[in-house]
């Protein structure tokens, strides 16, 4: 019931905006509800999405790391990004799927820079390692990793 009664309240008064009286034309500056503003055409354009904006290189972790270590690079030429969301996809050195997760990593990296990113390993057991950095007296599971990038944001100044 209280809502009805408001509803038939914004209603009447938006109603009235419009309407003739005696002195004139009842303008919007004697409502108490506010016009609704232009949208702002000025706004930066829509960057479409593209995975390949963001590319991983030098990725590491040895057996007993805790952290993994990677660069991320913004492949564009124009644009700022941040926030970072990849799907890391662990497997095997024969393709089985060890593990894979969703890490949304905070960044801000200029158009065709890097950045250094560590991340928390998935590896909380210390068992394995990246195929390329075998251990040298200890045994353990190598393996490999794919990424995808999922979004990232793209920084308005």
Same mark, same amino acid.
């Given at each position: 019931m209280k809502y009805l009664a408001i509803l038939i309240l914004l209603l009447t008064s938006a109603v009235a905006v419009g309407q003739t009286t005696a002195k004139g034309t009842l303008s919007a500056s004697h409502s108490n509800m506010p016009l609704p503003q232009p949208v702002d055409t000025t706004l930066t354009p829509v960057v479409p999405f593209t995975p390949m904006a963001v590319s991983m290189h030098?990725? !590491?972790k040895r057996l007993n790391d805790s952290r993994e270590s990677f660069v991320l690079r913004n492949e564009t030429r124009n644009y700022r990004l941040s926030r970072v969301l990849l799907k890391l996809i662990y497997t095997t050195d024969n393709g089985s799927l060890l593990h894979s997760r969703e890490e949304l990593i905070e960044c801000d990296i200029a158009p065709g820079?890097?950045?250094?990113? !560590? @991340? +928390? &390993?998935?590896?909380? &057991? +210390? @068992?394995?390692?990246?195929?390329?950095? %075998? %251990?040298?007296?200890a045994s353990g599971t190598p393996y490999r990793i794919k990424y995808d990038v999922l979004r990232y944001d793209v920084v308005v100044e």
């Open positions: 030098g990725y !590491a820079m890097t950045q250094m990113v !560590a @991340i +928390k &390993s998935f590896d909380t &057991s +210390k @068992i394995y390692y990246y195929h390329t950095l %075998p %251990p040298q007296r």
